[in-house]
């Protein structure tokens, strides 16, 4: 019985590997967004991704959807949309005499929200309170979302006129934020060449699209994941990542003064989960103190607040992450 369940997560692994594969031949130059964005779907979170146009986080996200047997939806945020474009609306039926809820693009299963900070606060709680209960309410009933739900929320860091920016506790709701840059040169090479072959329309130059996974399939890698292996030495590391962060460890008084609020226990949770899921990636049971540190930034970088003597310094949470990772001692 055991071998057999070992075979079936072997088999799942093979299959993200193919996946991956199959990603990367289309989201050319961005590894660590296709590496995040799989680290996400199986750690069950959501993502905001950071970064100039044009560098595939549409394409990115877009494709992975293309395969899995899930439905996609991107809302283009700006300042007068509504949270019921988002949640949906009851709508009246006069022929019938009764309201008929019609669903908004949160009940499919993954969602890109392109340029978040665009739209008013309104419109970016009812998206994530949507992220963090997995249901909306609307017309005084409440609608369960899909089992199986990923948000995308992008923003745009060039154009700061016209935005909304998240407030640092809701932000507590990603469970990565990815920053991305541009590809190099010999990737913006291929990226042009995949883009001639499109134009011409060689669909099958935009690369395989045999590898289609099931939800249950996806459902399965999450439940493996959570039986990946991790041991008390790597476990109490992680949890002295985040005491430093609150200074209230030894390790983390030379930070003390540049944080004014540390990781929450969102946090704690969010780096057991995507450690977990890279060290699954990685065709391991077990998790080491390297799964923890790779994705250490991007879990911590939203949730870290700099003091003011941190921002007089040109500090960033991105930057206060990466020197707690330099003050705590891996095992």
């Known amino acids: 019985m055991q071998s057999t369940t070992e075979g079936a997560v072997s088999s799942l692994n093979a299959r993200f590997a193919s996946l991956r594969e199959a990603l990367s031949t289309r989201v050319i130059g961005q590894p660590g967004l296709v590496h995040r964005l799989l680290v996400a779907l199986l750690a069950d979170g959501h993502l905001l991704v950071e970064g100039a146009p044009g560098l595939a986080k ?118 990565l934020q990815v920053r991305i840059d541009y590809p190099e040169a010999e990737a913006e090479a291929r990226i042009l060449q995949l883009a001639r072959a499109q134009a011409r329309g060689e669909a099958a130059a935009a690369g395989p699209c045999e590898v289609r996974l099931s939800e249950d399939e996806v459902l399965a890698a999450r439940r493996a994941v959570l039986e990946v292996h991790m ?39 969010a780096l057991d989960r995507t450690a977990r899921a890279n060290a699954w990636l990685d065709g391991r049971d077990y998790v080491t103190p390297e799964d923890v540190r790779e994705l250490a930034v991007d879990v911590l970088q939203h949730r870290l607040l700099p003091s003011y003597e941190a921002q007089a310094e040109g500090l960033d949470g991105a930057e206060l992450a990466r020197r707690l990772l330099d003050q705590v001692p891996a095992p």
């Open 231 to 269: 041991a008390p030495a790597v476990e109490a590391y992680l949890l002295e990542l985040v005491q430093a962060s609150r200074g209230r460890s030894r390790y983390g008084t030379a930070l003390q003064p540049l944080l004014a609020y540390g990781a929450s226990p969102r946090a704690t949770i």
């Open 58 to 175: 549409t394409t990115a996200i877009k494709t992975l959807a293309q395969h899995l047997e899930v439905s996609f939806q991107r809302i283009q945020f700006t300042p007068d949309l509504l949270p019921a474009d988002l949640t949906g609306t009851d709508v009246f039926r006069p022929q019938e005499g009764r309201f008929e809820f019609q669903p908004g693009p949160l009940f499919h299963n993954f969602l890109l929200a392109d340029e978040v900070n665009r739209a008013p606060a309104k419109v970016q709680s009812a998206l994530l309170e949507a992220m963090g209960e997995r249901q909306i309410t609307a017309g005084g009933r409440t609608y369960p979302l899909p089992r199986l739900f990923l948000v995308m929320a992008t923003q745009n860091p060039i154009e700061q006129e016209g935005t909304y920016a998240l407030p640092e506790a809701q932000l507590d709701r990603f469970l």
